[in-house]
């Protein structure tokens, strides 16, 4: 493509809303413009790396064995109703009526509609197993939308659903995402990991969250070098020593700490440090009084709380209303001694410890000398804080490093959450009724764009990986006024798109200067710089842009040195699979 004839507004400055370099360079590359909070318009250099993008999705769920289909976006609320969502998704779910006053929403996922479909039809267990997917335009009214492409409310997902006769089959089809998300990610030349999830009710290794590292991501993988363990933080299992057991300790005191509420204040006035504290932190669980105890200098985690309650509704904290109802204090000072809440949950890490500081449930006061085994009647003891650097790996015992990520994929057998409550039941072998079972495959089609730059900038712009790269190369013609110059340009262009490259041509009419910011600013992995004094001394200069390494390539040898330096490009990037690039034979 011309550049001169292409709509790439390309801008100095970042728009003042955008926090994050991808959002900054998407918008200075003229990649995308925004429209209204979270939805974004993609223009065209945008939409060729998206499209990139969704090709090598394609490809791979199609070697996987999965089906395309395209569903509609607009979704009947009755179907929401059916599986009980309509009550649960909350305000992400965009919900309108039509002129007959019937609900419907814009589909945020497609679990309710993929069931449908397939329920009522697919009766025998010979129909299965199924695999569908779909690249589609989803809606989530999400409560903060920001960072550009990386949390929009309209944005671009591959979602796909695998329906199953049996368990084993539903693994088989789970193992098979998980392997094909690998290779997509891997191929894209993003630097990932696959990291555990929690898979809720269905428990076992059943969710993975496909993480792109980078600083500025949202969420926090625990990481070990050692033996490759990774999860996120929510699911990262700690493996706590416990206290030393069977040390006594003197009967329980009451202290005066008068306006001391937090874990830090009451430490400094009692001269103790915050790992001799016990929080007592009280949650409403669906109804029930819930109190759940935890180390001073550590964080509960809600995620983990959840499962160990067995919980279907997430545990809420209490108001001030309710801790003062439960404890007869004010908050700040709940403790475990005569507190009434139906239930009392403790960490691990506290089973067998003496000797600590708890609120005493009375305004301005705390207990001292608490011996949990000796004064509560704790009703279990579990995993449930936040793991921190200093654990050790729950697989190896090795040292975990917690680093940044962006989700970019996410795979979870679902189980037969939604057959159930839409039904899609089937004949086995012997004509027995039974559910079928599910999963789900997700991808964040346009996040990835967002991610890979995340990943792949510098401060001159973005470097793009050569699959996912809007255009492979850039050829910028120094002068497209003097005809023997911009026809050299044009000559080289036309070869490289006679290899089948994807390729730029800056031929518009601006400063040397201009060109070589913005060819920097797009992140084409290659430019192929084309200028009358290079050519007066029979070269043309190269560059690749993510190493930064430029040379100067004679033109009478062209064709075979472009290709060997093509390949020079491609190998600096550590790509899964020689379909793609120069080696390839797509
Ligand atoms: P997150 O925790 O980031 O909100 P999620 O758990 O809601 O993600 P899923 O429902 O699993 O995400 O959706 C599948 C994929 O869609 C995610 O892995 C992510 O890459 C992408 N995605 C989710 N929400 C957004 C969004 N608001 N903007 C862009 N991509 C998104
Ligand atoms: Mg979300």
């Known amino acids: 493509m011309r550049l001169s004839r292409m709509y790439v507004p390309t801008l100095?400055?970042?728009?003042?809303?955008?926090?994050?370099?991808?959002?900054?360079?998407?918008?200075?590359?003229?990649?995308?413009?925004?429209?209204?909070?979270?939805?974004?318009?993609?223009?065209?250099?945008?939409?060729?790396?998206?499209?990139?993008?969704?090709?090598?999705?394609?490809?791979?769920?199609?070697?996987?064995?999965?089906?395309?289909?395209?569903?509609?976006?607009?979704?009947?609320?009755?179907?929401?109703?059916?599986?009980?969502?309509?009550?649960?998704?909350?305000?992400?779910?965009?919900?309108?009526?039509?002129?007959?006053?019937?609900?419907?929403?814009?589909?945020?996922?497609?679990?309710?509609?993929?069931?449908?479909?397939?329920?009522?039809?697919?009766?025998?267990?010979?129909?299965?197993?199924?695999?569908?997917?779909?690249?589609?335009?989803?809606?989530?009214?999400?409560?903060?939308?920001?960072?550009?492409?990386?949390?929009?409310?309209?944005?671009?997902?591959?979602?796909?659903?695998?329906?199953?006769?049996?368990?084993?089959?539903?693994?088989?089809?789970?193992?098979?995402?998980?392997?094909?998300?690998?290779?997509?990610?891997?191929?894209?030349?993003?630097?990932?990991?696959?990291?555990?999830?929690?898979?809720?009710?269905?428990?076992?290794?059943?969710?993975?969250?496909?993480?792109?590292?980078?600083?500025?991501?949202?969420?926090?993988?625990?990481?070990?070098?050692?033996?490759?363990?990774?999860?996120?933080?929510?699911?990262?299992?700690?493996?706590?020593?416990?206290?030393?057991?069977g040390e006594t300790c003197d009967?329980?005191?009451?202290?005066?700490?008068?306006?001391?509420?937090?874990?830090?204040?009451?430490?400094?006035?009692?001269?103790?440090?915050?790992?001799?504290?016990?929080?007592?932190?009280?949650?409403?669980?669906?109804?029930?009084?819930?109190?759940?105890?935890?180390?001073?200098?550590?964080?509960?985690?809600?995620?983990?709380?959840?499962?160990?309650?067995?919980?279907?509704?997430?545990?809420?904290m209490a108001s001030p209303e309710q801790v003062r109802e439960w404890s007869g204090a004010p908050v700040g000072f709940a403790g475990p001694v005569g507190i009434t809440v139906s239930r009392i949950l403790a960490d691990n890490e506290l089973q067998g410890g003496t000797d600590y500081v708890a609120g005493a449930n009375k305004g301005d006061t705390h207990i001292k000398h608490l011996d949990l085994s000796r004064d509560v009647k704790v009703d279990a003891f579990a995993d449930l804080r936040v793991i921190t650097e200093s654990d050790p790996c729950p697989r190896c015992g090795g040292a975990l490093e917690l680093t940044k990520g962006i989700e970019v994929g996410h795979v979870f057998k679902l189980g037969t959450k939604y057959s159930e409550s839409l039904g899609a039941t089937f004949l086995d072998e012997n004509g027995k009724e039974k559910t079928m079972i599910m999963g789900c495959y997700g991808i964040g089609v346009s996040r990835v764009v967002a991610a890979c730059i995340e990943q792949n900038h510098d401060k001159d712009g973005i470097a793009f990986p050569p699959p996912i790269a809007p255009y492979e190369a850039t050829v910028v013609c120094l002068d497209p006024r003097k005809e023997d110059i911009l026809g050299k340009a044009e000559e080289i262009y036309e070869m490289l798109r006679s290899w089948g490259m994807d390729v730029l041509l800056d031929d518009r009419d601006e400063r040397p200067g201009v060109k070589f910011k913005d060819a920097d600013l797009m992140g084409m992995p290659m430019q192929i710089v084309v200028g009358g004094k290079g050519l007066k001394k029979g070269i043309v200069e190269v560059k690749d842009r993510r190493a930064g390494e430029k040379s100067e390539l004679p033109v009478a040898d062209l064709e075979r040195e472009l290709g060997l330096w093509r390949k020079k490009v491609w190998a600096g990037w550590n790509l899964a699979d020689s379909a793609d690039g120069p080696e390839g034979n797509r």
Not at 258 to 286: C, F, M, S, W
């Open 12 to 245: 100095k400055d970042a728009p003042a809303d955008a926090e994050v370099i991808s959002h900054k360079l998407l918008v200075r590359a003229g990649m995308i413009r925004k429209l209204t909070s979270g939805i974004y318009t993609f223009l065209p250099l945008g939409l060729k790396s998206l499209n990139k993008v969704k090709a090598i999705v394609r490809e791979e769920m199609e070697r996987a064995g999965a089906q395309e289909i395209f569903m509609p976006t607009v979704q009947p609320g009755d179907l929401w109703k059916e599986s009980g969502r309509w009550e649960f998704y909350g305000k992400e779910l965009l919900r309108f009526q039509d002129r007959h006053g019937r609900d419907y929403c814009l589909g945020p996922t497609h679990e309710e509609v993929v069931t449908d479909l397939l329920r009522g039809e697919v009766r025998s267990y010979r129909q299965l197993p199924l695999n569908v997917f779909q690249i589609q335009t989803k809606f989530r009214d999400e409560i903060r939308p920001r960072f550009g492409l990386m949390r929009g409310r309209e944005f671009m997902m591959k979602d796909g659903y695998s329906f199953d006769a049996n368990d084993a089959g539903a693994d088989e089809s789970y193992k098979a995402m998980f392997e094909a998300y690998k290779r997509i990610f891997a191929r894209m030349g993003l630097r990932f990991s696959p990291v555990e999830a929690d898979s809720g009710a269905i428990g076992g290794s059943f969710s993975h969250e496909f993480m792109v590292f980078a600083d500025t991501g949202e969420d926090t993988i625990a990481v070990c070098h050692g033996c490759g363990y990774a999860a996120n933080l929510e699911k990262a299992e700690v493996c706590a020593a416990c206290e030393p057991c």
């Open 251 to 316: 009967a329980i005191e009451d202290v005066e700490t008068p306006n001391q509420h937090t874990v830090e204040e009451v430490a400094a006035y009692l001269g103790v440090t915050p790992d001799r504290i016990i929080k007592t932190l009280l949650y409403d669980v669906g109804g029930e009084a819930v109190a759940v105890l935890v180390r001073g200098d550590r964080e509960l985690n809600e995620v983990k709380l959840k499962n160990a309650l067995g919980a279907q509704e997430d545990p809420a």
